[in-house]
């Protein structure tokens, strides 16, 4: 079981950025599928980036590409995002996820089964 937080969120004006991390207290953390999603009242939850034990594979939501990137230092066992050219519609909760396992879709969900207890990400116009 790995406890995961997130920090870094916040208020930023449209166009700014800003940079999530998340921090796991689990030693076999780099073994970990690891991903950002976000979610605002009345919608589903989105899955944002995605990137793989190592690193060296990453996925990102048509949304974000271009402007976020995903990132983790597995010897720090933290998670981040980095979110430049922010706007009003990345508004929303962001929530750091873990899986031990593979799955073919790692944007979605359900792939992941350990979850941060959100980090808040305002964008104003």
């Known amino acids: 079981q790995v406890q995961l937080v997130e920090s870094g969120g916040g208020s930023v004006q449209a166009g700014g950025s800003l940079r999530l991390s998340c921090a796991a207290s689990?030693?076999?953390?780099?073994?970990?599928?690891m991903a950002w999603f976000r979610q605002v009242p009345g919608k589903e939850r989105e899955g944002v980036a995605a990137?793989?034990?190592?690193?060296?594979?990453?996925w990102y939501a048509d949304s974000v590409k271009g402007r976020f990137t995903i990132s983790r230092d597995n010897a720090k066992n933290t998670l981040y995002l980095q979110m430049n050219s922010l706007k009003p519609e990345d508004t929303a909760m962001y929530y750091c996820?873990?899986?031990?396992?593979?799955?073919?879709?790692?944007?979605?969900?359900?792939?992941?089964?350990?979850w941060g207890q959100g980090t808040q990400v305002t964008v104003s116009s």
């Open positions: 689990e030693y076999s953390y780099s073994r970990y599928y």
């Open positions: 990137i793989a034990t190592g690193g060296g594979s990453t």
């Open positions: 996820a873990a899986a031990f396992t593979w799955d073919t879709y790692p944007l979605r969900s359900r792939a992941y089964n350990y």
